[in-house]
């Protein structure tokens, strides 16, 4: 089964075509937010290196966000559009879950950040015990400076020491059920940014 996973929800660009769980193909790189005018063509390049097809896709699995405004909306518009048009199933997944999922192996406590802008972040806080993954604080559109004070002793992730892992994305996805209504996890809101 091919699997095709995309996040574009901050300056890092993340495509990887899966074959029956293993990484087939990958594109893990910080961007300067131009994710527009790369992702097409990564994704052609991928297919052509593999000598495969669009259509050999048997699902599609988007980077739900928080993140950047523009970036969630390339990611995802691409993904619906395969998945509407091939009639192939959609999953999105949390873009924090992505960028610490290969923490989730390890026993401990997980601050996750994705930086926004003006000191305000995307935050999240897990905790994994013997391999069950606990959600202590949801997404959300933190201040930098009180979510570190929060969480001062739990170990930060963030594009720096991001590690991803393929197994455990794949089983955090959630399939969509309404492919053209499905919107990125914006969390932020106007007050937010005043």
């Not at 980077?63 to 990611?75: A, E, V």
Request: aromatic share 10%.
């Amino acid at each position: 089964m091919w699997q095709m996973i995309v996040d574009t929800s901050s300056q890092r660009l993340y495509i990887a075509f899966v074959f029956d769980g293993e990484v087939k193909y990958c594109i893990d790189e910080m961007g300067k937010n131009n994710h527009s005018d790369y992702l097409m063509q990564d994704i052609e390049d991928g297919i052509e290196k593999l000598n495969i097809n669009i259509k050999d896709f048997d699902e599609f699995i988007v980077g739900i966000g928080p993140g950047r405004y523009t970036g969630l909306r390339i990611g995802l518009t691409v993904l619906k559009m395969f998945s509407w048009t091939l009639k192939k199933p959609l999953f999105t997944l949390s873009s924090l879950d992505i960028l610490s999922s290969a923490y989730y192996k390890t026993d401990g406590n997980y601050k996750v950040m994705l930086r926004a802008k003006r000191g305000y972040s995307y935050t999240k806080v897990v905790s994994i015990k013997s391999g069950v993954r606990k959600v202590i604080e949801e997404e959300k559109f933190s201040s930098d400076e009180e979510f570190l004070e929060k969480y001062p002793t739990e170990l930060l992730i963030d594009n720096s020491n991001a590690k991803i892992d393929i197994v455990r994305i794949l089983s955090l996805k959630a399939e969509v059920t309404d492919i053209r209504g499905i919107e990125p996890n914006y969390l932020r809101t106007e007050q937010d940014v005043l």
